[in-house]
């Protein structure tokens, strides 16, 4: 019997792959498990349409995401702190701040994982925060510390 996966079978094969089993193992294991379907010219249309539509809707989230970089790149969010003695900083600012000046100054939602911080900011001025919108897509979004 000839079988499209759903999921990837160790030993079998790769979702999306059409594979030849034993009529047992598809009845007992694979069909029951919904680890795949047969391979009928119904299902195999279906799965086609399927993998169409998951194609066009990743292609409209990256085009948001780039859309939403572009839009980053020329904003900017202003956090205040307090000075310590000498002028430093006394604290920092965390990737959670940002996101929440993010929500509160710019009315996007953007998530504080998504905020590439390797560490929190702990001085004065301007820093470029890459924000990590899609598996492709990257942006900057300029984050001014002042002294409150």
């Known amino acids: 019997m000839q079988v499209v996966l759903l999921e990837d079978v160790k030993s079998l094969g790769k979702k999306g792959e059409i594979?030849?089993?034993?009529?047992g193992y598809a009845h007992n294991f694979i069909l029951p498990k919904k680890l795949g379907v047969e391979a009928t010219p119904k299902n195999l249309n279906d799965l086609k349409l399927q993998k169409a539509n998951a194609e066009k809707v990743a292609a409209q989230q990256l085009a948001?995401?780039?859309?939403?970089?572009?839009?980053?790149?020329?904003?900017?969010?202003?956090?205040?702190?307090?000075?310590?003695?000498?002028?430093?900083?006394?604290g920092s600012v965390s990737g959670?701040?940002?996101?929440?000046?993010?929500?509160?100054?710019?009315?996007?939602?953007i998530d504080k994982k998504k905020l590439v911080l390797p560490e929190p900011i702990k001085t004065f001025g301007n820093h470029e925060v890459p924000?990590?919108?899609?598996?492709?897509?990257?942006?900057?979004?300029?984050?001014?510390?002042?002294?409150a």
Do not use: C, P, W, Y
Not at 131 to 147: A, I, P, Y
């Open 131 to 147: 924000v990590k919108l899609h598996r492709d897509v990257t942006g900057k979004l300029t984050v001014k510390v002042q002294e």
């Open 64 to 90: 948001e995401a780039k859309e939403l970089a572009a839009k980053l790149e020329s904003l900017s969010v202003t956090l205040k702190m307090k000075a310590g003695e000498g002028g430093r900083a006394f």
């Open 19 to 23: 594979v030849k089993v034993n009529d």
């Open 96 to 109: 959670k701040e940002i996101a929440k000046a993010i929500s509160d100054q710019l009315g996007l939602e």
